[in-house]
C-alpha cells in the first residue's frame, strides 16, 4: 500500500526553528515534494527531494532519506506569517502522474 | 504571468445534479492535474491530462470525468453529484507530465463545491 505519515499539528514561537517530519510508505518511490497551503487556498511549492539530502532554499531546507522512507521540512527564523499548513507529497512512477499528499501539518507560530 | 486559474470559485448544488469545473493552466503548462482536497484532508488525486490525453486516474468512481482540449484548458465533470462530494477542487498545472523527477506543481485557488 501506499502511506504517509505527518505531525497534525506544530507549535513553535517567533524566530525559533522547527522540524515537521514526513515518513511514508509507497512503492516505485522517485521523490518528496513540500507544499505551503493557506487558509485553504492554493498549495504552493516550496522544494523537491530527489536525491537523499538537504536541499536549501532561504529559511527553509528539507531532507531525504530514501534508506529511512523519511523526510523534513525545516524552517528556520520562524515568523508570524509562516501559519500555515504544510504537506508532504510523495511521488511514485508508474502511477499516472499521482502525488500522495499527508494530511498536512498546521503551524502555529507564536510571538 | 497570470497563474492557473479556475472557475467558478464557488459552487452551491443539490444531491444528483451535475457540475463542471474549469481550469486554465499557466501559458506554456501542457499537463493538467486535478484534486479533491476535503476540509482536514490533504488532496487526493482524481485525474492527470497531458497533451489532451489522460495519463492517469484516481480512485474515485465514474461519476468523475475530465477532459484537457487544444488550448490546454480543462474541465472536470461530476455527475449524480453526492453530500460526500462537498470539497475543494484543485487545479494544477506542469510544465512536463508529473510523473518524473523534479516535477513542480502549480496550483489554482479551487472551486468550493457545496452540496447540499
Known amino acids: 500500500g501506499q502511506s504517509l505519515e505527518q505531525p497534525s499539528e506544530v507549535t513553535a514561537v517567533e524566530g525559533a526553528i522547527v522540524q515537521i517530519n514526513c515518513t511514508y510508505q509507497?512503492?516505485?518511490?522517485?521523490?518528496l515534494s513540500w507544499y505551503q497551503q493557506h487558509d485553504g487556498g492554493a498549495p504552493t511549492f516550496l522544494s523537491y527531494?530527489?536525491?537523499?539530502g538537504l536541499e536549501e532554499t532561504g529559511r527553509f531546507s528539507s531532507f531525504l532519506s530514501r534508506s529511512d522512507s523519511y523526510g523534513y521540512l525545516l524552517l528556520q527564523e520562524l515568523q508570524m506569517k509562516d501559519s500555515h499548513s504544510y504537506f508532504c507529497?510523495?511521488?511514485?512512477?508508474?502511477?499516472?502522474?499521482?502525488?500522495?499528499f499527508g494530511q498536512g501539518t498546521e503551524l502555529s507560530v507564536k510571538p | 504571468d497570470a497563474g492557473v486559474t479556475q472557475s467558478p470559485t464557488h459552487l452551491i448544488k443539490t444531491r444528483g445534479q451535475q457540475v463542471t469545473l474549469r481550469c486554465s493552466p499557466i501559458?506554456?503548462?501542457?499537463?493538467v492535474s486535478w484534486y479533491q482536497q476535503v476540509l482536514g484532508q490533504g488532496p487526493q488525486f482524481i485525474f492527470q491530462?497531458?497533451?489532451?490525453?489522460?495519463?492517469g486516474r484516481g480512485n474515485f468512481p465514474d461519476r468523475f470525468s475530465a477532459r484537457q482540449f487544444p488550448n490546454y484548458s480543462s474541465e472536470l465533470n461530476v455527475n449524480a453529484l453526492l453530500l460526500g462530494d462537498s470539497a475543494l477542487y484543485l487545479c494544477?498545472?506542469?510544465?512536463?507530465?508529473?510523473?518524473?523527477?523534479?516535477?513542480?506543481?502549480?496550483f489554482g485557488s479551487g472551486t468550493q463545491l457545496s452540496v447540499l
Open positions: 494544477a498545472s506542469s510544465s512536463r507530465p508529473v510523473g518524473q523527477d523534479n516535477e513542480k506543481l502549480f
Open positions: 509507497t512503492s516505485g518511490f522517485y521523490g
Open positions: 527531494n530527489g536525491l537523499d
Open positions: 507529497a510523495v511521488g511514485a512512477y508508474n502511477q499516472g502522474g499521482k502525488l500522495i
Open positions: 501559458s506554456g503548462h501542457k499537463s
Open positions: 491530462y497531458y497533451e489532451k490525453e489522460e495519463r
